[in-house]
């Protein structure tokens, strides 16, 4: 059973920094695209940023200069560096994930469960 397990979210304060990891497990045969989405108390879920198999990448208006995203292939593993953070930036992240469990099989998109950042002084 593939799973998306996130983590490093957490309490810190304006200007701060934080690293999130999101790591897909089970069988899978590759991962393309991945990404980070996130949901305010009260508002929409919204991309921040999303990466490809090869790199390229995409990031909300929002955090561009701040948050950086990168992949580790190896181990289906995608980060999420966010710095100069803002109380705007609090809310619940979410890793996304299209990959396919057989060479033969469609892609099929996957989220994870979600973790709090919180930014306050």
């Known amino acids: 059973q593939v799973q998306l397990v996130e983590s490093g979210g957490g309490l810190v304060q304006p200007g701060g920094s934080l690293r999130l990891s999101c790591a897909a497990s089970?069988?899978?045969?590759?991962?393309?695209?991945m990404g980070w989405y996130r949901q305010a108390a009260g508002k929409e879920r919204e991309l921040v940023a999303s990466i490809t198999q090869v790199g390229s990448t995409n990031y909300a208006d929002s955090v561009k200069g701040r948050f950086t995203i990168s992949r580790d292939n190896a181990k289906n593993t995608i980060y999420l560096q966010m710095d100069s953070l803002k109380p705007e930036d609090t809310a619940v992240y979410y890793c996304?994930?299209?990959?396919?469990?057989?060479?033969?099989?469609?892609?099929?998109?996957?989220w994870g469960k979600g973790t709090l950042v919180t930014v306050s002084s």
């Open positions: 089970g069988s899978i045969f590759r991962v393309n695209f």
């Open positions: 996304n994930a299209d990959l396919k469990i057989y060479s033969w099989s469609l892609y099929r998109n996957y």
